[in-house]
């Protein structure tokens, strides 16, 4: 069972712009449309947790539901989820740790917890098992950080970097225990 993040970050470590915008993410020139990786990481796991935010930008985007695996939303204020992905996405509240623990009893496994405060309340708890983060070449100067306080340090091991496009680098990290 594992809690793994997959995010992209600025240089500066943030995760999107003073804006709460996330067009930087996509200025860097993918001439053969590469995924970087996201599909290989995709089909490791079971399911995604994401906190509200990231789900209401996700419906911003001009594109039917991109994911194929079942989402779970941390939403203490949403009440329903769009008729047209009801099937796809479910909302849940309380605890972390009594959130992972049911999805793990209904078979999953292995979780993309996606989302900046949701990423950064799971660090809080020490849930997270792997770190895989794309650093963008781009100084923001400002925004949603990816990383903020924590109660304890936590070790993480680097496993693999990998060089995309002469751009970014994708840095994979797992905890040690």
């Known amino acids: 069972m594992a809690n793994i993040v997959y995010i992209g970050a600025s240089l500066d470590g943030f995760i999107a712009d003073k804006n709460n915008r996330i067009d930087w993410l996509h200025e860097i020139p993918n001439p053969a449309g590469l995924d970087l990786g996201f599909a290989d990481f995709m089909a490791r796991i079971d399911a995604i947790i994401m906190g509200r935010n990231t789900f209401e930008t996700i419906q911003g985007f001009d594109c039917e539901w991109p994911y194929k695996k079942p989402v779970f939303v941390l939403s203490n204020t949403l009440k329903t989820v769009p008729k047209s992905i009801a099937?796809?996405?479910s909302l849940v509240r309380g605890e972390l740790t009594d959130i992972v623990?049911?999805?793990?009893?209904?078979?999953y496994q292995n979780l993309y917890i996606d989302g900046g405060k949701t990423i950064q309340s799971f660090l809080q708890q020490?849930?997270?098992?792997?770190?895989?983060?794309?650093?963008?070449?781009?100084?923001l100067g400002?925004?949603?950080p990816l990383f903020t306080e924590l109660n304890a340090?936590?070790?993480?091991?680097?496993?693999?970097?990998?060089?995309?496009l002469d751009?970014?680098?994708k840095n994979h990290y797992i905890r040690e225990r």
């Open 153 to 164: 340090p936590l070790k993480f091991k680097h496993v693999n970097a990998i060089r995309y």
């Open 167 to 169: 751009y970014v680098v």
């Open 101 to 107: 623990e049911q999805l793990a009893q209904l078979g």
């Open 126 to 139: 020490d849930l997270i098992d792997e770190l895989i983060i794309t650093t963008i070449p781009i100084l």
């Open 87 to 89: 099937d796809k996405v």
């Open 142 to 144: 400002g925004g949603v």
